[in-house]
């Protein structure tokens, strides 16, 4: 099962964040089905500061792109992330419109 970690800054206003965590105490249904939908099995998202960082398992031959093709065809899912960008901010270097971004592993400790 491939793992995925990405990185995606909040803005960094107290408020705003306090806003975003009451959003994930309850995503939205859709949402949850488009995720799963894609092949994403497991997800979580961790906050330091305002710096998230997401952790993905998911099923052989998962695609960003064909997730966010299925996402663009969503008008849920684009509602609920049209409501996120309010709260994010894109990392340094990214690409017009490029929310999440991948994070390189650079030390894995594996069992013996």
Same mark, same amino acid.
């Given at each position: 099962?491939?793992? =995925?970690?990405? /990185?995606?800054?909040?803005?960094?206003?107290? $408020? !705003?964040? *306090?806003?975003?965590?009451?959003?994930?105490?309850?995503?939205?249904?859709?949402?949850?089905?488009?995720?799963?939908?894609?092949?994403?099995?497991?997800?979580?998202?961790?906050?330091?500061?305002?710096?998230?960082?997401?952790? =993905?398992?998911? /099923?052989?031959?998962?695609?960003?792109?064909? $997730? !966010?093709? *299925?996402?663009?065809?969503?008008?849920?899912?684009?509602?609920?992330?049209?409501?996120?960008?309010?709260?994010?901010?894109?990392?340094?270097?990214?690409?017009?419109g490029e929310k999440w971004r991948?994070?390189?592993?650079?030390?894995?400790?594996?069992?013996?």
């Open positions: 099962m491939p793992r =995925l970690c990405m /990185m995606l800054d909040l803005k960094d206003d107290p $408020k !705003l964040i *306090a806003e975003y965590r009451r959003y994930h105490e309850q995503v939205w249904p859709e949402v949850l089905h488009s995720l799963r939908d894609a092949g994403i099995l497991e997800m979580e998202i961790y906050l330091g500061g305002n710096r998230l960082f997401m952790v =993905l398992e998911t /099923m052989d031959g998962f695609s960003f792109e064909e $997730k !966010l093709k *299925a996402d663009a065809a969503n008008p849920k899912v684009c509602e609920w992330e049209t409501l996120m960008w309010n709260y994010q901010q894109a990392l340094p270097g990214a690409r017009p991948p994070a390189e592993c650079v030390f894995r400790l594996n069992p013996e």
